[in-house]
């Protein structure tokens, strides 16, 4: 967030302050000092901030590229790892960092896409990570159901409802207002009434996902298909 303020505010100094930010970051992921929740925010952080960047956004993308490559490289080491002990090992239980490199990346397609083509390093990593996902995928014995999801599926996504930088990826919101309306913020934040048949006697939510796809499914998917548009 700091780092961000300051190149907000055009800071001479924030661009040699990437590195060593995004290196003690990765030693922080390293202590599991972070939650996929909390990064999900930071992600939404840094897309906000290079979308209303006036100063430095080239800069404020290219710090956005690096976090986003320091969550990849850790996604790679870790999935490929599996690969390496089995051959036929199957997709891991739950995949740390991949929801919050889904942000970055599906905000660089949307807006910046054409200013970060050069950058090898970022798109070797999305290549390699989408390859291990691809050879664990087919060890999986869900793999012939196929999956039908939308980026707003993803439970820890929800609250990316209604957020205009993204809002392509929200359909079910007019993206020609810059804000949301009181009524779909109504339903942003959840304050609608659920309709009767989503109670049960006692008044409670049910929850019925027994037919749902876990998020770490969903996340793949939803991954395998930006690598495919990236290659069209």
Same mark, same amino acid.
Not at 166 to 189: C, T
């Given at each position: 967030?700091?780092?961000?303020?300051?190149?907000?505010?055009?800071?001479?100094?924030?661009?040699?302050?990437?590195?060593?930010?995004?290196?003690?970051?990765?030693?922080?992921?390293? &202590?599991?000092?972070?939650?996929?929740?909390?990064?999900?925010?930071?992600?939404? *952080?840094?897309?906000?901030?290079?979308?209303?960047? +006036?100063?430095?956004?080239?800069?404020?993308?290219?710090?956005?590229? /690096?976090?986003? +490559?320091?969550?990849?490289?850790? *996604?790679?080491?870790?999935?490929? =790892?599996?690969?390496?002990?089995?051959?036929?090992?199957?997709?891991?239980?739950?995949?740390?960092?991949?929801?919050?490199?889904?942000?970055?990346?599906? =905000?660089?397609?949307?807006?910046?896409?054409?200013?970060?083509?050069?950058?090898?390093?970022?798109?070797?990593?999305?290549?390699?990570?989408?390859?291990?996902?691809? /050879?664990?995928?087919?060890?999986?014995?869900?793999?012939?159901?196929?999956?039908?999801?939308?980026?707003?599926?993803?439970?820890?996504?929800?609250?990316?409802?209604?957020?205009?930088?993204?809002?392509?990826?929200?359909?079910?919101?007019?993206?020609?207002?810059?804000?949301?309306?009181?009524? /779909?913020?109504?339903?942003?934040?959840?304050? &609608?009434?659920?309709?009767?048949?989503?109670?049960?006697?006692?008044?409670?939510?049910?929850?019925?996902?027994?037919?749902?796809?876990?998020?770490?499914?969903?996340?793949?998917?939803?991954?395998?298909?930006?690598?495919?548009?990236?290659?069209?």
């Amino acid at each position: 967030v700091d780092a961000n303020f300051d190149l907000y505010r055009g800071d001479a100094q924030a661009k040699s302050r990437i590195g060593p930010t995004c290196k003690s970051f990765d030693s922080l992921l390293d &202590a599991s000092v972070f939650g996929d929740s909390l990064l999900c925010k930071m992600s939404t *952080i840094l897309v906000f901030s290079v979308v209303h960047n +006036k100063n430095e956004p080239k800069i404020a993308l290219n710090f956005a590229s /690096e976090v986003a +490559k320091v969550l990849l490289n850790r *996604i790679h080491k870790t999935t490929q =790892a599996k690969l390496q002990q089995n051959t036929n090992a199957r997709m891991p239980a739950s995949i740390r960092s991949l929801t919050p490199v889904l942000i970055l990346l599906l =905000a660089i397609e949307s807006h910046f896409l054409n200013l970060v083509t050069e950058d090898t390093a970022l798109w070797e990593l999305v290549g390699s990570v989408g390859t291990v996902f691809e /050879e664990l995928q087919a060890t999986n014995e869900n793999n012939q159901q196929p999956i039908q999801c939308v980026f707003s599926d993803i439970d820890e996504l929800k609250f990316l409802r209604g957020f205009r930088p993204l809002r392509h990826l929200n359909p079910q919101y007019d993206d020609s207002k810059p804000v949301v309306s009181i009524k /779909e913020a109504h339903d942003i934040l959840g304050l &609608a009434s659920p309709p009767k048949d989503a109670t049960n006697s006692k008044g409670k939510k049910q929850r019925n996902d027994s037919s749902s796809p876990c998020d770490r499914e969903k996340g793949v998917h939803l991954y395998l298909q930006f690598c495919d548009r990236m290659v069209k």
